[in-house]
């Protein structure tokens, strides 16, 4: 058997493999990562298509969703993540990605600092600059669908030898990745339409709570997935039970307050702080949302359910809705003047553990009606002083160690203005 046909091999063994991952960036970072093994590139980028409201010219822009890069990872502590700027780049002649998306062809550069004059488009090697590592060959891969529409690019750089070297991507490698971005933009396409589907049922919520907007929601569950990423670092999970987890949980984490359209809209839209009396409705749509999911038919089924459920609990089992009936809403285990009592501990889903604190550092950095956003400084001091009260301690402590992983999460999903 010979190389070309084993990679080839590979590439359909991988379709089964890409089609068990639902959630849109977990499919987008994964996808990236066997793209560079296919021709065995020690870097790369992976950037969806953008299209903003305006009428302006050049509206369509590549935004990046994933970097990675094996020689500057080499460099970072065991369990730490390459942190990369958030920035977009115009479709057209000016960059490589933007010319391979404007044209929806490859583009297979053997030396970026040699273009040719006559090219339409350029190489800046300011990051080069920035980042220490030098850019040499380059490969741009469009991701098209069968009806011609460009959902990104793909691109690699500095394809190596069995040596080492950096050498030129080849005939070969184009043929490769021609038929893994194909397969690929085929599991992509059903991702977008389940993150659009997941995204209308938060529009829905966020027509009755303004609070509730696509950025919170992609927000917490960001963070959620940074969080858990880190603690199955820390526990030695292996790679296929992570992806799994954390896949469905960044479905889960979006839809963590989806019970709040049950919710009446004089409380959810009040424009000050709850009554008792308004307060203890609207924790109901924790109840509301876990209802949902009600005859779970999957394990995203499963977690959507703890999450809608338990993502108010606090460690100290002073949260709510507590020991109580889902379906009824009646409680389950009661207090001697029969009111729930709180879960607590471990008895709380590890995933709605997750969510709390990712929900409530989401709230405390963001503008609400009756608040300014805290300050950085009181937000993390807060999150600090809740640990054991409101937070699992441990996750607390993951939650510092990938603090600067929060902080680029934000910036990937920042406040409309």
Same mark, same amino acid.
Not at 323 to 328: G, L, R
């Given at each position: 058997m010979t190389e070309a046909f084993a990679d080839f091999?590979?590439?359909?063994?991988?379709?089964?493999?890409?089609?068990?991952?639902?959630?849109?960036?977990?499919?987008?970072?994964?996808?990236?990562?066997?793209?560079?093994?296919?021709?065995?590139?020690?870097?790369?980028?992976?950037?969806?298509?953008?299209?903003?409201?305006?009428?302006?010219?050049?509206?369509?822009?590549?935004?990046?969703?994933?970097?990675?890069?094996?020689?500057?990872?080499?460099?970072?502590?065991?369990?730490q993540k390459l942190i990369y700027s958030v920035f977009s780049v115009p479709i057209n002649d000016s960059t490589i990605s933007g010319y391979c998306a404007k044209t929806k062809t490859l583009v297979n550069i053997p030396n970026a600092y040699n273009i040719p004059r006559d090219a339409p488009y350029s190489f800046s090697p300011e990051y080069d600059k920035i980042s220490?590592?030098?850019?040499?060959?380059?490969?741009?891969?469009?991701?098209?669908?069968?009806?011609?529409?460009?959902?990104?690019?793909?691109?690699?750089?500095?394809?190596?030898?069995?040596?080492?070297?950096?050498?030129?991507?080849?005939?070969?490698?184009?043929?490769? =990745?021609?038929?893994? #971005?194909? %397969?690929?933009?085929?599991?992509?396409?059903? $991702?977008?339409? &389940?993150?659009?589907?997941?995204?209308?049922?938060?529009?829905?919520?966020?027509?009755?709570?303004?609070?509730?907007?696509?950025?919170?929601?992609?927000r917490v569950a960001g963070y959620a997935v940074e969080i858990y990423d880190r603690w199955a670092y820390n526990h030695a999970v292996t790679r296929v039970e992570q992806e799994?987890?954390?896949?469905?949980?960044?479905?889960?984490?979006?839809?963590?307050? =989806?019970?709040?359209? #049950?919710? %009446?809209?004089?409380?959810?839209?009040?424009? $000050?702080?709850? &009554?008792?009396e308004e307060f203890a409705i609207m924790q109901h749509h924790t109840i509301y949302g876990a209802g949902l999911f009600y005859d779970p038919q999957s394990d995203l089924d499963n977690i959507s359910w703890d999450i809608a459920l338990t993502h108010h609990e606090n460690w100290d089992g002073s949260g709510y809705p507590g020991?109580?009936?889902?379906?009824?809403?009646?409680p389950v285990s009661t207090d001697s003047e029969g009111r729930?009592?709180?879960?607590?501990?471990e008895e709380i889903p590890f995933a709605g553990r997750?969510?709390?604190?990712?929900?409530?550092?989401?709230?405390?950095?963001?503008?609400?009606?009756?608040?300014?956003?805290?300050?950085?400084e009181q937000v993390l001091q807060e999150i600090r002083n809740l640990s054991g009260i409101k937070f699992d301690p441990e996750l607390v402590d993951v939650f510092f160690?990938?603090?600067p992983h929060i902080k680029q999460v934000q910036n990937f999903y920042p406040e409309s203005v």
């Open positions: 091999r590979s590439i359909l063994r991988l379709d089964s493999e890409l089609n068990q991952i639902q959630d849109v960036d977990i499919l987008l970072e994964r996808i990236l990562l066997e793209c560079r093994k296919v021709v065995r590139a020690g870097a790369g980028s992976i950037y969806i298509k953008e299209t903003s409201r305006g009428k302006e010219e050049n509206a369509e822009k590549l935004l990046i969703r994933y970097s990675q890069n094996d020689a500057i990872q080499k460099e970072l502590l065991p369990g220490g590592y030098k850019t040499i060959s380059v490969l741009a891969i469009p991701l098209v669908t069968v009806d011609g529409r460009l959902l990104g690019v793909i691109q690699v750089i500095n394809s190596t030898d069995k040596e080492g070297k950096i050498v030129p991507f080849s005939a070969e490698d184009e043929f490769l =990745v021609t038929h893994f #971005a194909a %397969s690929a933009t085929q599991v992509l396409q059903r $991702a977008f339409v &389940t993150r659009a589907m997941i995204l209308r049922m938060i529009r829905m919520s966020e027509l009755r709570d303004p609070k509730e907007t696509g950025t919170h929601v992609n799994k987890f954390r896949d469905i949980l960044k479905i889960g984490a979006m839809l963590h307050d =989806v019970g709040k359209v #049950a919710i %009446s809209d004089m409380i959810l839209k009040k424009p $000050a702080r709850f &009554t008792p020991w109580v009936d889902p379906v009824t809403g009646k729930p009592l709180g879960r607590k501990g997750i969510v709390a604190i990712a929900d409530v550092f989401d709230a405390l950095c963001s503008r609400r009606i009756y608040k300014e956003p805290w300050s950085e160690e990938i603090l």
